[in-house]
């Protein structure tokens, strides 16, 4: 079902209200704030305008994506993330970049319909521009903040408008950084991105991460001048005991224990023979200036002097990727300008001052409700709505080293003979669902439908409530009074199924929980 924006936005309090309420987290629309804020435990929106005769402008659908994705993004991290982990993660911005698609997965296993809104914010983020892109512009570390955050999202958080992104950002780092560090960055995504459940194991591979970067810049750190010495040492001895295997001349094999000025004709002989030996050169005057007149050359890591000063300021500095909460903030006042003006200012303001989640029941209740008829009902529901409720539930992945799906994270282990590499999934059948109930209490339900109404209402609820599951709610409308909460146990909302008529029908509003 397409709804409105109009409607999307209209309905913006009593989705997050009913998203929010479960992990207790309060819900404000301030008519005063100028941004979205959230401190961990109230999220507060600005009020948001929507066309007062109009029908849908330019930007309102963009407005009700970043609204509704902003909330569902941020109860995520009220769920599942933990905010006493500053003095843990090295980087902040790199365990941000990490947290931001692991808690959102989660979100996701436990309502998945949150994946519509997340996936739409998702894209508009990248079509915004909204810092999503890995340029060679940013600084060493923000690139691979930021090419971390794609390849999670790819990978993860199944989310394919992130891959060309991730790839890009990965050939930029092999340029800037080089090659090695590319493949470390690819064995500890494979290895801990993927099996992550909780903020403490971001923490753990944020640390991993800066951890590779510091080890690497170590490496060009060591004092090189030694080996060369040594190595140039061993190569000039070596070649002066070799005899020349283009000649037959008796001398050559001699002139290792001739005089230096013997020696040194010979080396400079051997290094114009086409036939000697690569490498085999002894002190020659031509070789002696060569390595003087030559540019840098890349260390024997692979790095050129370029890329060990790119490495050396990725591994001292943190990286500024930010919270995807704090760009939406600035997109959604941006928006909302834009709604005011295409308008002409003739608009509302969607605008609540009371925390959504406070009271159980938003409407008048205390009208008809036979609850022992409703039970008997019931009873005959339950085999019916199984069939009804079934979903598929989610598939279990396993790693194998046969099969014919590659799993594209795991490929690294190729590089250590290990054969799994290889994906297979199963899927199965179960009562995993969400419902949501939609109860009609307006003025033309008075009398005898209105008693018809509120107990199939009700007697579908018994049914549901019978499946372990199963996650139900209910609403009413007009007004989409709140009757039940998804984790409000049935028996204490009893009461608030005695629904009571009157007021309008406003259908447009009402079926909005369904789409």
């Known amino acids: 079902m397409d709804i409105s924006p109009k409607v999307l936005l ?19 629309i301030d008519a005063y704030a100028h941004t979205a804020s959230t401190n961990g435990r109230t999220i507060t929106l600005p009020a948001l305008p929507i066309p007062d005769k109009a029908s849908d402008v330019a930007g309102l659908q963009d407005l009700a994506t970043l609204a509704y994705g902003y909330v569902t993004h941020e109860v995520g991290h009220i769920q599942d993330s933990r905010f006493d982990v500053a003095l843990e993660a090295v980087d902040f911005g790199m365990l941000n970049a990490i947290e931001d698609p692991r808690q959102e997965l989660s979100l996701i296993a436990s309502y998945p319909g949150t ?31 930021m090419t ?14 992130y891959q060309p992104i991730a790839e890009q950002g990965m050939a930029i780092l092999r340029e800037s950084l080089g090659e090695a560090v590319v493949i470390g960055l690819h064995a500890l995504l494979a ?29 060009d750190q060591a004092p ?15 070649n002066g005991s070799q005899s020349d295997p283009a000649s037959g001349d008796g001398s050559d094999t001699d002139s290792g224990n001739g005089t230096p000025q013997d020696s040194a004709s010979n080396g400079s002989a051997d290094a114009g023979d086409p036939n000697a030996p690569q490498g085999a050169t002894g002190s020659g005057s031509a070789d002696a200036n060569a390595p003087q007149d030559a540019s840098p050359q890349p260390s024997p890591g692979g790095r050129s002097q370029a890329q060990k000063d790119a490495l050396s300021q990725a591994a001292a500095q ?3 990727f930010a919270d995807r909460g704090a760009a939406v903030t600035q997109q959604i006042t941006s928006q909302s300008t834009t709604v005011h003006n295409e308008c002409g200012g003739n608009v509302r303001y969607v605008l609540s001052t009371d925390n959504c989640a406070v009271t159980p029941v938003y409407a008048d209740s205390g009208g008809p409700l036979d609850v022992d008829q409703a039970t008997l009902t019931s009873v005959a529901l339950r085999q019916r709505m199984r069939v009804l409720l079934e979903a598929t539930a989610r598939s279990n992945t396993r790693i194998r080293d046969r099969g014919r799906q590659l799993s594209n994270c795991h490929l690294p282990r190729l590089a250590f003979a290990d054969a799994r590499v290889f994906k297979h999934s199963t899927e199965t059948k179960g009562l995993n ?76 509003d009402a079926p909005w929980p369904l789409s």
């Not at 521009?129 to 060493?140: E, H, I, K, R, W």
């Open 318 to 320: 943190a990286s500024s």
């Open 148 to 161: 971390v955050h794609a390849w999670l999202r790819d990978v993860i958080r199944e989310e394919p408008w």
């Open 191 to 219: 290895e801990h991105g993927t099996t992550m459940s909780s903020t403490d194991d971001a923490v753990d591979l944020a640390n991993a991460i800066d951890a590779m970067l510091k080890a690497e810049a170590e490496k």
């Open 433 to 508: 669902t969400a419902v949501m109930l939609v109860l009609d209490s307006s003025g033309s339900m008075r009398g005898h439908k209105q008693v018809v109404a509120n107990n199939a209402c009700y007697a579908t609820a018994l049914a549901c409530e019978s499946f372990r599951d199963v996650k139900l709610g209910a609403i009413a409308f007009p007004g989409n009074a709140l009757i039940k909460h998804f984790d409000t146990p049935l028996q204490r909302s009893q009461p608030a199924f005695a629904m009571a008529s009157g007021g309008s029908t406003p259908m447009a």
């Open 10 to 28: 209209g309905s913006l309090p009593v989705y997050a209200g009913l998203l929010a309420s479960q992990h207790q987290v309060d819900l404000r």
């Open 115 to 145: 994946r519509i809104m997340l996936n739409d914010l998702s894209q508009l983020a990248i079509r915004k521009d909204m810092g999503q892109a890995v340029t060679a512009a940013l600084a060493p570390r923000d690139q691979v903040a």
């Open 224 to 238: 090189e001048s030694t080996q060369g010495d040594s190595d140039a040492s061993d190569a000039g001895n070596g």
